[in-house]
């Protein structure tokens, strides 16, 4: 009788590790989209979140082994005890999306990495109270501890899997928060359950279980309520104009403001907007520059689609016949599918649109173009020297054509600009952007750019209207646009500035300002 009870409790141990596990990583998966999105996605979010995390997990487990100094590990009733402990632990676990929000316009990610760490302190003491439990002490203790701590890794290899790539996928955040805090509580009711406790007892322990369970479904909404608002807007954060759109993938979240700004893992990412007018939100007229500078770019593949507003222009630009787009979040579909001027791109038999990440989908690829274009996020995000390293330079000039252009966003970066320019022998900033080629005679062709202002078209609309005042004024002053600045200027300028060529191993735009926040002033 003695074996068979052990191999029980070893079952309810194996089986409740699991679940915790799964749970808390699932949690931990959660928890960094929203911290990534709070911070803008800067490079050291993730491991402020790991060391949060697990400095949580081992004052939990300190306090578990204090608690576990007792012989009583054993008894069944202990079970009831880690029931109540489980059901604290999902309910402090849900509460840290909301505290990171409350906190966004006042603090740092401070107070969400305290909120992380208790979170995971509770949850990570459910692990070693489930071994006391499960495991006596004999000659085998080690065998059976090895099955317990597998199952906890299994669960928790599952929990990131099946919700960081199928529950993001189709479900909202706070209906995952809930979904995960109800199986808390069924993992604390099946304990009271497999306790054995009395009948009277466990039906108490169920009622306030489902008590629980109904008030977090009922509450969740509000806990909830402008959170991503919150996160993304802080101090500017006003409940009277809530995001038009929110579109939520496995690949990020995606923003879409009441003025059509656009924002990707809650960084600015765009403004719905192709106009060339006294509302260039979103810096347009850098897309129609690039026709002054290929005399016939008929196929063009663009890094990143976002807003779809930089498509539909270079798309549009005089001769071009067919463009790729790489995109790593589909959702992006769904904000242009609501935007009539960037719409018709999603049935224009010119486009073809693909799901990949950028620097994998041209490492994989031979296909050449005339222009590659990439109107590139924040320099300073993480992953994003991914695609402003040296080495993505040389990627990206396999796919040029003979006289192709390069043609990217530095973000105002002084460390991209030097790299552009130290990179390929042509280099000229436009703007913000770097246009580089290995064509010598890279220039800005006056007349060419005057032929895309007097013909260029947008859905059978002209770009501009001369017949318009307002209108006439701007195709004045574009006519001698010239933003524009070389190579012999601009590496003296970023070097005396300190700046560096970034490679793959240095990573330094993303690693010059590891912690940065946004400030008011950004």
């Known amino acids: 009788m003695t074996g068979s009870r052990e191999q029980a409790r070893l079952r309810i141990a194996i089986v409740a590790s699991a679940v915790s596990g799964f749970v808390a990583l699932s949690y931990e998966i959660v928890w960094y989209r929203v911290?990534?999105?709070?911070?803008?996605?800067?490079?050291?979010?993730?491991?402020?979140?790991?060391?949060?995390?697990?400095?949580?997990?081992?004052?939990?487990?300190?306090?578990?082994?204090?608690?576990?100094?007792?012989e009583s590990g054993g008894d069944p009733r202990a079970l009831a005890r880690l029931a109540g402990f489980v059901a604290i632990a999902n309910v402090l676990a849900m509460f840290v999306a909301p505290v990171c929000a409350w906190t966004a316009a006042t603090t740092d990610v401070r107070?969400?990495?305290l909120a992380v760490a208790v979170a995971a302190g509770f949850l990570g003491a459910v692990l070693p109270l489930l071994c006391h439990f499960g495991v006596p002490a004999s000659d085998r203790a080690g065998q059976k501890l090895s099955y317990v701590y597998l199952a906890n890794i299994i669960g928790s290899a599952a929990g990131s899997l099946l919700t960081g790539f199928v529950l993001m996928d189709r479900l909202r955040l706070v209906s995952i928060q809930t979904l995960l805090a109800l199986l808390g509580f069924a993992l604390a009711a099946g304990l009271v359950v497999a306790s054995g406790a009395p009948r009277r007892q466990a039906l108490r322990f169920h009622g306030a279980l489902a008590a629980l369970a109904a008030l977090v479904v009922v509450l969740a909404p509000r806990l909830h309520a402008g959170l991503w608002e919150r996160l993304v807007y802080k101090w500017e954060y006003d409940p009277a104009t809530p995001f038009q759109q929110i579109v939520e993938t496995k690949s990020g979240v995606i923003f879409v403001g009441q003025d059509g700004t656009v924002y990707g893992g809650g960084a600015y990412d765009g403004v719905v907007n192709v106009r060339l007018d006294e509302n260039d939100k979103n810096g347009i007229l850098r897309a129609y520059v690039l026709g002054g500078f290929h005399p016939a770019p008929r196929e063009v593949l663009m890094v990143g689609l976002a807003s779809g507003s930089w498509a539909q222009v270079v798309l549009n630009l005089p001769g071009v016949e067919r463009m790729t787009i790489i995109e790593i979040n589909p959702g992006y579909l769904e904000v242009i599918a609501r935007h009539p001027e960037v719409?018709?791109?999603?049935?224009?038999?010119?486009?073809?649109?693909?799901?990949?990440?950028?620097?994998?989908?041209?490492q994989a690829h031979d296909d050449c173009f005339d222009v590659v274009v990439m109107n590139t996020t924040l320099h300073w995000r993480g992953h994003a020297t991914n695609i402003l390293?040296?080495?993505?330079?040389?990627?990206?000039?396999?796919?040029?054509?003979?006289?192709?252009?390069?043609?990217f966003n530095t973000t105002d970066s002084y460390d991209v600009q030097?790299?552009?320019?130290?990179?390929?022998?042509?280099?000229?900033?436009?703007a913000n952007f770097a246009l580089v080629s290995d064509d010598p005679g890279l220039h800005f062709d006056r007349p060419r750019w005057k032929t895309v202002l007097d013909t260029m078209t947008i859905d059978?609309?002209?770009?501009?209207?001369?017949?318009i005042p307002r209108h006439a004024v701007i195709y004045d002053a574009l006519l001698g646009y010239n933003d524009l600045e070389y190579a012999a200027t601009v590496v003296p300028r970023t070097l005396a500035a300190g700046s560096r060529v970034i490679t793959d191993d240095n990573m330094v735009v993303e690693w010059r300002e590891p912690l940065r926040y946004p400030k008011r002033e950004d």
């Open 111 to 113: 107070a969400g990495l």
């Open 343 to 362: 719409r018709s791109l999603l049935t224009n038999p010119k486009v073809s649109i693909v799901f990949d990440d950028g620097r994998r989908w041209m």
């Open 35 to 70: 911290l990534s999105v709070m911070t803008r996605g800067t490079a050291a979010t993730f491991g402020l979140l790991l060391a949060a995390y697990l400095f949580g997990i081992a004052f939990g487990s300190w306090g578990a082994g204090r608690a576990c100094k007792d």
């Open 418 to 430: 030097l790299t552009a320019a130290r990179s390929f022998p042509s280099f000229l900033r436009v």
């Open 460 to 467: 059978g609309a002209p770009i501009l209207d001369r017949t």
């Open 389 to 407: 390293s040296t080495e993505f330079m040389d990627i990206a000039r396999r796919h040029l054509r003979p006289g192709g252009i390069f043609y």
